[in-house]
């Protein structure tokens, strides 16, 4: 199973994902800066494989640009490079774990914790 990040690229700073105002997103190509960040990609058809120490990163790559795009981070230290490239691009991420838009100045409060709560669960249950 894996943990879910989104990534935006807004005008409006974002407190709330629910109050997203539609106009304020931009149409990004967030596929090719994450190649251009990462050495390591496994490319199967649309779906991208970011191999790291520690971490895997994965998603579907797009044929245009998009105002958001999903990851699925297995491993923790996932988060932490993407964090990096959103300062770099100025891009805004809502941590699933968390439900909430993540701080990234404050990375190290994350969703991760809660993740592996729900994971424990789920496999204790079957």
């Known amino acids: 199973m894996s943990w879910d990040i989104v990534l935006f690229n807004s005008r409006q700073t974002i407190e709330l994902v629910e109050e997203v105002i539609e106009e304020q997103l931009e149409p990004t190509d967030f596929c090719s800066a994450l190649e251009n960040q990462f050495d390591k990609i496994e490319k199967n058809d649309n779906h991208r494989r970011i191999i790291g120490n520690d971490f895997e990163i994965e998603y579907f ?3 245009e640009n998009v105002s958001n ?3 699925n981070l297995y491993g923790e230290q996932g988060l932490f490079e993407i964090v990096i490239l959103a300062r770099q691009e100025g891009w805004q991420v809502f941590d699933t774990g968390l439900g909430e838009m993540l ?3 404050n990375p190290e409060i994350n969703g991760y914790d809660n993740f592996n709560k729900y994971l ?3 496999l204790n249950e079957k």
């Open 61 to 63: 790559a797009d044929t």
């Open 69 to 71: 795009k999903i990851l």
């Open 103 to 105: 701080n990234l100045d």
């Open 120 to 122: 424990k669960q789920v």
